[in-house]
């Protein structure tokens, strides 16, 4: 964000004129922060995954019932701390990879943002764990390895890869963690956010490995080089792609048309983009290209639970 200067305004008017913009800056400095649009798209998730999956048919009182909500906002503090401390322990990292979107050392002060961590860490574990100790006993182990990947495990191979890809699957599943239900279609989306996840946190780590090396990460491009990880993601493609293909094939056996049009459409083929474009890959910003498409195929799998 760009720094106002009054040095030549009058005196008086600086602090009056100044004012607005600090503020509306400081917000949208939050928001860049805590990944607000990701913490809606995860609230979007839960929402769907109960609405659609869990409780199909269900009146929207039963559905929009207190003790979910509950659930939604211990999830989003959760995800909101990781997303502080991650930014707070890779200030130096993303001065290199990020510079203009660095917040944490430039716009929020380091203790504030831990402070924030922990107050965001606490409300999360103590609201689920009023819920029940199971959803308490989940969000603490989502908190505390969100700490472990930012202090340590998103700088060994494969290590941070495959924790951001569990805590995406386990979001999958906390609605169901809460009512079980038994429903096993859950478990299948659960599976597809941890490949999908998988595939861009490597593709991520391919597009900052400038910054990572620099700092002594071992992510897997700088150990197994570009070509041997481009391979790596390619195989998580595959997986995610036989995953999609049979969950397209089965709905139009059923004769749900409009679910299977979706995945065909909106899911698998954008699939096949990606591992082609993946193959041919050999510039940051082609890695930049894939990890925003990779965003894109995930929000079009969740939308597709309207369908089922």
């Known amino acids: 964000m760009a720094r106002l200067s009054f040095a030549s305004a009058p005196d008086g008017l600086a602090a009056d004129a100044g004012h607005p913009a600090r503020e509306a800056g400081s917000w949208q400095q939050l928001a860049r922060l805590i990944r607000l649009p990701n913490l809606l798209i995860m609230a979007l998730c839960l929402l769907l995954v109960r609405a659609c999956l869990l409780l199909p048919g269900a009146p929207w009182r039963q559905i929009l019932a207190p003790h979910f909500g509950i659930l939604v906002l211990a999830a989003l503090c959760i995800g909101a701390a990781g997303y502080i401390i991650n930014d707070y322990y ?14 944490v050392g430039r716009s929020v002060n380091r ?6 961590h922990l107050l965001l ?59 079980r239900t038994g429903q096993h279609m859950v478990w299948g989306y659960a599976l597809a956010a941890f490949l999908l996840t998988m595939v861009r946190e490597i593709v991520k780590d391919v597009e900052d490995m400038r910054g990572d090396a620099q700092h002594d990460c071992r992510t897997l491009p700088i150990v197994w080089g570009v070509p041997r990880t481009k391979w790596i993601a390619g195989f998580f493609v595959v997986c995610l792609g036989l995953v999609v293909g049979g969950a397209a094939y089965r709905v139009v056996v059923d004769q749900q048309w409009l679910l299977g049009a979706w995945l065909i459409v909106l899911v698998l083929a954008p699939l096949l983009w ?18 925003a498409g990779c965003k894109w195929i995930m929000l079009a799998g969740v939308l597709s639970m309207v369908w089922v």
């Open 90 to 103: 890779d200030v130096k990292i993303d001065a290199i990879n990020r510079p203009g979107r660095l917040v």
């Open 121 to 179: 860490s606490g409300i999360g574990i103590v609201v689920s764990g009023l819920l029940s100790p199971w959803l308490g006993l989940v969000n603490l182990g989502s908190a505390v390895l969100l700490w472990g990947y930012s202090v340590r495990f998103k700088r060994v191979a494969l290590v941070g890869n495959f924790s951001i890809a569990i805590l995406t699957a386990a979001l999958v599943l906390l609605p169901e963690l809460q009512v």
């Open 111 to 116: 203790r504030h943002a831990m402070l924030g």
């Open 274 to 291: 990606l591992a082609y474009h993946l193959h041919r890959a050999d510039r940051r910003r082609h890695f930049a290209k894939l990890s």
